[in-house]
């Protein structure tokens, strides 16, 4: 049974790569996901903010807002709440690369373009297979229209890949008026896959105390419909491939991601949950599905249910949305 995975140059085992996580701060669970079966170190973001900080375009950046609200300052995170500085990322680099046998793919997260992003030639160098580009950005400005945050999105991942030579995966959000065109753009300007999608990560209030306060949880499979329907509707429409992120959490999951048209699926909240061990189960279980159903090789079933196989892609989907409305019954 062939589960083999070529993605960004990279010969990968099987398509369940652990994503961007904590394990990468500790060495012990670097390795623990190498035994449990990982094809791939993906290491959690360096901040496009953490950078800014070490230079004097920090200043800058904060001056931007600062007018806006007296208490601005104290949006942005201290040094001390991130476990890697820049400098201390490039080295975790260099000692996960020492530790594992594994490519490791490194993150970088920002919004604007600017200096920050030559340090993608500094995480090359520091030894990185290749690179993840996670683009987070929310308009809340109403004067910044719709093609110029897409211009600043092009603007960032144009000069990471003139920065490297590596491959560069960039991770989007699907708030974007029109995505696949979106996806044939970054094509355009050399990105090597797309992964759907980073997550939206939204604070709670306190009614008491009149605060803003983060929140974190984990994903759920909730939130895995959103990335198979956009999974299925580009994939085989544009030649990139293609990776859901984000509510993958069994093997039931992993198959409709695949089938949908995904190269490969990331998990993280179910390591988290469970333990890198749990990567195991997920190895097995997928195997364990190929042999009942008869799929000799991943190819067999990726795409299977994508819409290259539908004439009408836009009819479809309108059908779908009107047929879904009527399930409910009072």
């Known amino acids: 049974m062939n589960l083999n995975v070529d993605y960004l140059g990279l010969k990968l085992a099987h398509p369940i790569v652990p994503g961007a996580s904590p394990f990468c701060d500790n060495l012990d669970q670097v390795r623990r996901l190498e035994d449990a079966g990982a094809p791939a170190i993906v290491m959690h973001s360096l901040f496009e903010e953490q950078i800014l900080q070490e230079n004097i375009a920090h200043h800058i950046f904060r001056e931007q807002v600062e007018e806006s609200f007296a208490e601005a ?147 759920s499979p909730a939130e895995l419909s959103l990335r198979l329907h956009w999974t299925a509707i580009l994939a085989g429409r544009v030649p990139l491939p293609l990776v859901v992120s984000g509510g993958v959490h069994s093997v039931t999951d992993i198959v409709k991601a695949l089938m949908a048209g995904a190269t490969s699926v990331q998990v993280v909240s179910c390591l988290l949950k469970y333990g890198p061990g749990y990567l195991m189960t997920l190895i097995r279980e997928l195997k364990q599905f190929m042999e009942e159903q008869d799929y000799r090789s991943l190819e067999q079933m990726r795409g299977c249910l994508s819409l290259k196989h539908c004439p009408n892609p836009d009819a479809f989907e309108r059908t779908n949305y009107l047929r879904t409305l009527q399930l409910w019954r009072v």
């Open 73 to 219: 300052a104290s949006f942005f995170p201290v040094p001390s709440e991130f476990v890697l500085g820049p400098e201390q990322y490039l080295e975790q680099i260099q000692r996960i690369k020492a530790a594992v046998s594994v490519p490791v793919i490194a993150s970088l997260n920002g919004s604007h373009p600017g200096g920050w992003v030559d340090y993608a030639k500094r995480i090359q160098e520091a030894g990185a297979d290749a690179l993840e580009l996670n683009i987070y950005f929310l308009p809340s400005d109403p004067n910044v229209t719709g093609a110029q945050v897409e211009a600043r999105l092009f603007e960032v991942v144009r000069r990471v890949k003139a920065a490297v030579t590596i491959p560069v995966a960039v991770k989007l959000s699907p708030f974007y008026s029109s995505l696949p065109q979106m996806a044939s753009q970054l094509h355009e300007l050399g990105a090597d896959a797309l992964i759907l999608f980073n997550r939206f990560y939204q604070p709670d209030f306190d009614i008491e105390n009149l605060e803003v306060r983060a929140r974190l949880e984990l994903s």
